[in-house]
């Protein structure tokens, strides 16, 4: 069997996850010198899972989910740690190897619908040229797929949609058809990097809705990235949460909205609109900006925007640690532990902002 043969048809090992990720490193060389940008990152995905990875721009999340893919160019980038998707380390695969596995294996929904598709080819083109490139098909079955696949991810009128051009689709059926485009060659692993961006709030749902139906109907494991909480809150299994390049908490979903022990979690979590917000009063945001990613300090990466913070947070990196089965969060002063609320307490008396824009 050639090595592109095997590459289609990579099983995950029995009781393995399909993904593992091991102390994942990306820094970039800059002008300004180098960019940590994934600073140690490590985490298991099963096969069927979604799990989302949410943080505030700049925290690390998009670069994961690209240094995952192995899409990030090789010049000025250093990539070091290991991505084991089945039974092969994506950091070490050839050019040519992951090639045969994008689309086939592992998909990438964007941020941008409509760049995401090429504005001069018909989408029914962008559709069949991927099958009968991933799968061999022949034109008469790419074009009876493609239209299935346009079905299944709700575009009306298929067959006159395959003779369009993406910039005759709104934004939401471009993202429509882009998934379409993604799922078309059965990826076993589904990347989906902010997929609502500049959608609106009714048609965001939508798509979110229609990634989790087809999660569920092709077992797929998908990986979604946002910034936004609010939007990962029941729809996905598990959640990591980034700061500064790196994992400060990750949980089953229900235990980040109830039980999060990370201080930044919680000023996330506090900037979600909920429907027991007073009508026209603001959401509070986090004060300060995150640290620059070529001059990281020494300590917690969260202690200049902390309300939390103590002496030691500055001097000393808080490791990840327990909490709970899946579990896992890096802080001296857990949120609802006696230290922290004192620690809160004494910010508050002493007039730390951070402290005092905390509830
Ligand atoms: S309490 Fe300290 S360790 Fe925990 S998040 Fe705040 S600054 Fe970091």
């Known amino acids: 069997m050639t090595r ?62 690209r240094s995952v893919m192995g899409l990030l160019p090789s010049e000025n980038v250093i990539r070091q740690g290991s991505v ?26 964007f941020q941008d619908p409509v760049t995401s598709l090429n504005p001069v080819v018909r989408v029914g083109r962008q559709l069949t040229e991927h099958l009968a490139y991933h799968l061999g098909m022949n034109r008469k079955e790419a074009r009876r797929t493609a239209l299935s696949l346009l079905r299944s991810v709700g575009i009306p009128e298929p067959e006159a949609r395959l003779r369009w051009f993406p910039h005759q689709l709104s934004g939401g059926m471009c993202q429509r058809v882009v998934i379409a485009a993604a799922i078309a060659c059965g990826p076993k692993l589904l990347l989906a ?47 990591i949460v980034m700061y500064a390049g790196q ?6 979903t229900a235990a980040i909205f109830s039980d999060m022990k990370m201080p930044y979690t919680e000023a996330l979590l506090r900037s979600v609109p909920r429907l027991t917000n007073q009508a026209h009063t603001r959401l509070p945001t986090i004060p300060g900006t995150p640290p620059n ?26 490791p990840l640690r327990e909490a709970g089965p899946r579990h896992r969060f890096a802080c001296w002063y857990p949120v609802g532990s006696p230290e922290a609320l004192q620690a809160l ?11 005092k824009a905390a509830v």
């Open 4 to 65: 592109g043969r095997q590459l289609r048809q990579i099983e995950e090992r029995e009781g393995q996850p399909l993904l593992s990720v091991e102390d994942l490193r990306t820094y970039f060389k800059t002008g300004h010198g180098i960019v940590r940008s994934l600073d140690g990152v490590s985490f298991d995905l099963e096969r069927g899972k979604t799990l989302a990875v949410v943080g505030e721009s700049g925290s690390g999340k998009t670069v994961l989910a």
């Open 84 to 109: 084991r998707f089945g039974d092969v380390d994506l950091t070490r695969a050839t050019p040519a190897e992951l090639r045969q596995l994008w689309g086939a294996q592992i998909s990438m929904v």
């Open 193 to 239: 990097d902010e997929p609502t961006t500049g959608l609106d709030v009714t048609v965001s749902a939508q798509i979110l809705d229609l990634l989790g139906r087809l999660q569920e109907e092709r077992y797929m494991s998908v990986i979604l990235v946002s910034h936004d909480l609010g939007v990962v809150s029941g729809r996905a299994d598990e959640v």
């Open 247 to 252: 994992i400060v908490e990750q949980a089953p």
């Open 293 to 318: 990613p070529a001059a990281l300090p020494e300590g917690c990466r969260f202690a200049a925007r902390c309300p939390y913070v103590q002496p030691r947070c500055r001097t000393e990196p808080p």
């Open 345 to 355: 307490e004494a910010n508050k008396a002493a007039g730390l902002p951070a402290a």
